[in-house]
């Protein structure tokens, strides 16, 4: 019997900037609406 494949992977998480945390990001263009369909994808709220 085959070993099932390993897949190694990693997400990079990008805070909103609310309550002071510091961690945002500003995007623009395309970027701004493929991170929107990301956010979507992962059913996180958009707010």
Do not use: E, K, Y
Not at 31 to 42: E, G, I, T, W
Request: net charge positive; aromatic share 6%; proline share 4%.
């Amino acid at each position: 019997m085959a070993r099932p494949l390993r897949i190694d992977m990693h997400v990079h998480m990008v805070g909103n900037g609310v309550a002071g945390s510091g961690a945002s990001m500003r995007l623009t263009g395309w970027h701004r609406l493929l991170a929107v369909f990301m956010v979507r994808q992962l059913g996180f709220p958009n707010g």
